[in-house]
């Protein structure tokens, strides 16, 4: 599989999760905030800050 895939395919699971959980987060404000801050440590970048 090649890393395009690989992304493609965690960003389509964490979809599914967040679709999963986003009625834990009650007010609708703060779903983008957390679907990206989960995205963060996922990504290939060499340093992170989370």
Do not use: C, W
Request: aromatic share 6%; net charge positive; no cysteine.
């Amino acid at each position: 599989m090649t890393n395009a895939r690989v992304g493609e395919q965690r960003n389509l699971d964490l979809d599914n999760l967040f679709v999963t959980i986003r009625h834990r987060f009650s007010p609708v404000e703060p779903r983008p905030r957390m679907r990206d801050y989960m995205r963060g440590p996922l990504t290939p970048v060499a340093r992170k800050n989370s």
